[in-house]
T-cell receptor, first 115, second 110 residues
Framework: DTGVSQNPRHKITKRGQNVTFRCDPI?????LYWYRQTLGQGPEFLTY????????KSRLLSDRFSAERPKGSFSTLEIQRTEQGDSAMYLC?????????????FGNGTRLTVT | KNEVEQSPQNLTAQEGEFITINCSYS?????LHWLQQHPGGGIVSLFM???GKKKHGRLIATINIQEKHSSLHITASHPRDSAVYIC????????????FGKGTLLTVNP
């Protein structure tokens, strides 16, 4: 068990550029979540995958955001035409999906700064 | 009003003190997490509970479903306990996604 891995740890980009983040969940975890956290706030739900299926997507996720989990293992979160308001910590979490009692494991996050 | 409210927002304590952080929620939940977040972002799940009380070392978490309230207690606090503590609720029928409180920043001074 190597934990949930997120890459990169930090990303600085200019407004208007596209960025892509990657999350590698714990192997055999079929549930994967993306959250966004801005300074001084708790994380907010963005999207949820069960295996490769994206089952839920927050209204926070504008059309510029897209997430995939093509083979039900790693996931990517892409932001197109970044805006300064996209600056935040993007967190990924996974669980085994054995009901709501299955522990949730978080990655260390990707901190995005849009200049 | 947020669905999950925490208090206090900031807490400063002296080493050895007993710490209590409170969490109230306004929606029906399946379970509730207490999470610890250190500077740099990494989040660790401390407890997940749906009723009663859980204890792990110096940490104790309780939940009262009828009152929609949970507490996290730290006994004999230590400077290494300094972190942000976040309460997060799993809403019933919500694909197990979490609704987070804003967190409590705990600073324990030696």
């Amino acid at each position: 068990d190597t934990g949930v891995s997120q890459n990169p740890r930090h990303k600085i980009t200019k407004r208007g550029q596209n960025v892509t983040f990657r999350c590698d969940p714990i192997s055999e975890h079929n549930r994967l979540y993306w959250y966004r956290q801005t300074l001084g706030q708790g994380p907010e739900f963005l999207t949820y995958f069960q295996n490769e299926a994206q089952l839920e997507k927050s209204r926070l996720l504008s059309d510029r955001f897209s997430a995939e989990r093509p083979k039900g293992s790693f996931s990517t979160l892409e932001i197109q035409r970044t805006e300064q308001g996209d600056s935040a910590m993007y967190l990924c979490a996974s669980s085994s999906g054995q009901g709501y009692n299955s522990p949730l494991h978080f990655g260390n996050g990707t901190r995005l700064t849009v200049t | 009003k947020n669905e999950v409210e925490q208090s206090p927002q900031n807490l400063t304590a002296q080493e050895g003190e007993f710490i209590t952080i409170n969490c109230s929620y306004s929606v029906g939940i399946s379970a509730l997490h207490w999470l610890q977040q250190h500077p740099g972002g990494g989040i660790v799940s401390l407890f997940m509970l749906s009723s009663g009380k859980k204890k792990h070392g110096r940490l104790i978490a309780t939940i009262n479903i009828q009152e929609k309230h949970s507490s996290l207690h730290i006994t004999a606090s230590h400077p290494r306990d300094s972190a942000v503590y976040i309460c997060a609720a799993i809403r019933g029928g919500s694909n197990y996604k979490l609704t987070f409180g804003k967190g409590t920043l705990l600073t324990v001074n030696p």
